[in-house]
């Protein structure tokens, strides 16, 4: 039976976690095809950004900006998440302005390939039967990924949500 108080567990679990990721770290790319984690830095529904956009964001100063427009509908946006453009990037899914509310726009799926991101992105606009707001809606994904890409495929699957069932 083991006698280890948990910090000393913890520590150990810490430190072997540490070294895989910095082991892990220690590749130049992605093997390629892999498939890429990527963190979502939030879905917005109103976004300022009124205009269908799908991009790589490779630079700080663009994603501020981009940060900026993309919160310009709220009174307090958060503040910007700090981004290493050597070693990430940031992907803009931007459905652009529609006139009600119960679309939405998501990635399902990032892949680093040929040097560059694809990009799994998942649309899906309100069907017969749905009950959504009637404000215009400008839904935003922007996601962080852990490679520095500077392009990306991006493949589409629409589907319409049926609210008839």
């Known amino acids: 039976m083991r006698t280890d108080t948990p910090h000393v567990v913890l520590k150990t679990l810490t430190s072997s976690a540490l070294a895989c990721c910095l082991l892990a770290g220690a590749r ?13 830095l939030g879905p917005v529904e109103n976004s300022g950004l009124h ?17 900026a427009l993309v919160w310009a509908n709220y009174p307090r946006p958060p503040e910007p998440p700090a981004i290493n ?9 931007a459905l652009g ?13 990032v892949t680093y390939a040929q040097g560059s991101l694809e990009v ?13 707001t009637t404000s ?8 962080r990924v852990g490679v520095p890409a500077k392009s990306a495929k991006f493949h589409a699957q629409v589907s319409a949500v049926n609210c008839t069932q």
């Open 85 to 93: 453009f050597s070693k990430e990037a940031v992907v803009v899914l």
């Open 97 to 109: 302005q529609r006139n009600t509310g119960g679309y939405a726009i998501r990635a399902a799926g």
């Open 120 to 132: 799994v992105v998942l649309t899906s606009s309100p069907g017969l039967g749905c009950v959504v």
């Open 51 to 67: 205009q269908p956009m799908q991009r790589v964001i490779s630079d700080q100063n663009e994603f501020i900006r981009l940060w």
């Open 28 to 40: 130049a790319q992605p093997d390629q095809g892999s498939a890429l984690p990527f963190w979502r």
């Open 136 to 143: 215009f809606t400008s839904p935003v994904e922007l996601l």
